[in-house]
């Protein structure tokens, strides 16, 4: 079984790291944005694969990032073929789980322990169509009624 991890940097990544023993019991790769502070994990990990960091705090080039990620993330969903798509979300995750989606990985979310009460944009858009949507707050299955509650991932 072939499972890809996928997280933006921060807290997103923080969260999805709290899985490393799932990460190791796996054929498994790692993809997150490349950040001087991220390059360390390929000491740590075997697979792991960066994409562009860029965030919505810089419209002008936030788009043609978002462009470019959505065609390396294409690249890097054949060169690893998973079965399944782990992530805590945030922008660079959401291209993939739709990548995963069409051609016929198994998307299991796991919205952000950040959001007590309110949507995270990716998991608005990824509940749809998800396979398993974890929340790590009962309050957010007022959200998203038909996620799992499954406590805190830390």
Same mark, same amino acid.
């Given at each position: ?11 997103? #990544? /923080? ?6 023993? +799932?990460?190791?019991? $796996?054929?498994?790769?790692? %993809?997150?944005?490349?950040? @001087?502070?991220n390059l360390t994990l390929k000491k740590k990990y075997k697979n792991v694969s960066y994409l562009i960091y860029g965030t919505k705090d810089h419209p002008l080039t936030y788009p043609f990032k978002? #462009? /470019? ?6 690249? +890097?969903?054949?060169? $690893?073929?998973?079965?399944? %798509?782990?992530?805590?979300? @945030? ?64």
């Amino acid at each position: 079984m072939r499972v890809m991890f996928i997280a933006s940097t921060g807290g997103h #990544l /923080a969260e999805l790291l709290q899985l490393k023993n +799932l990460l190791k019991q $796996y054929d498994s790769c790692l %993809i997150t944005e490349k950040t @001087a502070s991220n390059l360390t994990l390929k000491k740590k990990y075997k697979n792991v694969s960066y994409l562009i960091y860029g965030t919505k705090d810089h419209p002008l080039t936030y788009p043609f990032k978002l #462009l /470019a990620n959505c065609f390396k993330s294409l690249f +890097l969903y054949f060169k $690893y073929h998973p079965d399944y %798509i782990v992530t805590t979300g @945030a922008h660079v995750a959401g291209p993939m789980c739709c990548i995963g989606k069409i051609f016929g990985s198994k998307i299991i979310f796991i919205e952000t322990f950040a959001n007590i009460h309110s949507k995270t944009v990716t998991g608005r858009i990824v509940y749809h169509f998800a396979d398993v949507f974890i929340v790590q707050w009962k309050s957010m299955l007022n959200e998203y009624p038909k996620a799992h509650y499954e406590g805190w991932i830390y």
